[in-house]
């Protein structure tokens, strides 16, 4: 941080001199118009770039064995146009690549492609797309994700399990969407100012949203567990107790959801209260399993659901710091 003195002129007018390496950066000379922006907090931003239209950032990449990974990490630090360029043909394996990475991410589209060169640009607006918005239609997905894989396990639906497996795609498109916005949002100000969000709330639905995922992870996993096997079904008083595992563990992850976005700490508080509720129904399975041939697909199971509920808690203990910010 750089301390300034303010200064005033005789007619009352308040100044302060700007550095001049940031100046001579960014291009700035007497008579050059920068943009002033009160921020909700009383802080003023000074762009030096006053245009309305936001600046595409490029990049170009050289085809390598981690191609895609490198395609998914630009363009979770906001990239708009991602360039992969050769000196030679582009090898039918890094078109596969190229084109992998963009199913997997939201907005990004190959715009132009030759034998040497493949342009993806990301056609989405940030300032449309609102986090709180993103986040909630990605725990809308990882919770149903939950319900059906619990309901699959239950009654030996395998092709149910297999459409769980399935959504878990989508869930991963909006995490690394959520990402890329916070990211901006934290190199532009500005953006936040318009979308209603503070840089320390960034980290919250950063993490919150890497929550929500493994949600939906865990969810898949059991899915596909249940996909592998010929229909296996649990007896009838294990059935109920895994439902009414699964329905507790449920409740707890819509509530510490719903706390953080109310910022209600008692509800937050609520969610960690269940965990003795959970053991004793845990402890009840495991009693009831001791003898049963099946019992480590259902362990397996409800261990599943058991780090869905750490995940609830992880969600909930992020209220009380978000509230008191």
Known sequence: MELRKL????????????????AEKNGLERGSIVAITETSDGNLLISPKPSAERVLKEITLKPSPFLDREIIGKYLLGYDIIRVESKERISPEDREKVKRAATRLVGLEIVEED???IILQCLLEPSSFPPEKVLRREYAIAASMHR???TALLDGDRKLAKNVV???NEVNRLYFLLV???RTVIQNPSLGEKLGIRPIDCLDYRITSSLVESIGDQSAQLAKQVAEFKGIKPKQKIAK????????IYDSHETAIKAL?????SMAESVRGLQNKIKGLKEELHQELKEEEDAD??????????RIYENSVDIADLVIPRLSA
């Open 115 to 117: 034998y040497a060169k």
């Open 148 to 150: 059906d894989a619990v």
């Open 241 to 248: 107790l895994i439902m009414e595992l699964h329905s507790t």
């Open 297 to 306: 697909y259902f362990l397996s199971a409800i261990s599943h659901l058991t």
């Open 180 to 182: 890329r916005i916070l």
């Open 261 to 265: 976005f109310l910022h209600e700490v």
């Open 7 to 22: 200064q005033r002129t005789k007619t009352g007018t308040f100044f302060v001199c700007l550095p001049r390496e940031w």
């Open 166 to 168: 399935a959504r878990d």
